[in-house]
């Protein structure tokens, strides 16, 4: 059940001196995607940039920008993030109590909506959602921070999804994020991802196209 993945190397890892070198290297390479994580100190432990940074970039590249949102209260920034350049808004299923709400408001600015969980939220939080989503994301890692293993639990995770998506809506796509390299890559497709995000395993080693590469071919 093998297929070409999407690739989307998570800037996170990247040099934040000079964000558009990352950027410019990811254009240069096959990856599709950019992953772009924003981080609130809320809902993560951890801060990273917010719609000025996406924006200033945006000019910079056509793939498509990939936001994962890891913010509480999303609602309040989702229009913003439309506008600043993201083509698909991820949220947190955790993050919001309305997310049917959030949801609407990332369609109606014309943007794909994904919605993401926690490696200990079950993926039946998602059955009512997912005919309206775009992308659902399996979190391999607790959020917040790049560079930590791949939780094994995930790959149970993202073959339910995968069997809920099927049914439900077989147009949304499968994403992993967190620990993703090689090897953990490759039982993640075979579980039935569809987009994997790498950071460290792309920006932490010496040849970031390569890694790409390696990813791609999975
Ligand atoms: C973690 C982020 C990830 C992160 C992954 O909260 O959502 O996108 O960049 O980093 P690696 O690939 O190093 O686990
Ligand atoms: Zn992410």
Redo the contacts with the bound molecule.
Sequence with gaps: MNHSPIVAP?V??ADFSCLKNAVELINESQAQWI?W?VMDGRF?PNLTFGMPVINALRPYSTKVFDV?L?IEQPEKYVQEFARAGADIITVHYEATTHLHRVMQKVKNEGKKFGVAINPATPVDCLRDIIPYSDLVLI?S?N??????SFIDRSIEKLKLAKEYIAGLNPECVLEV????NETTGKIALEAGADVL?????IF?RKNPKKSIETLLKL
Excluded: N, R
């Design positions: 998570s996170l890892s992953h994580d993560v994962h890891m979190m890692v959020p917040g921070f790049g560079g930590q994020d967190g620990g993703i995000v790498a950071g460290s395993y932490g």
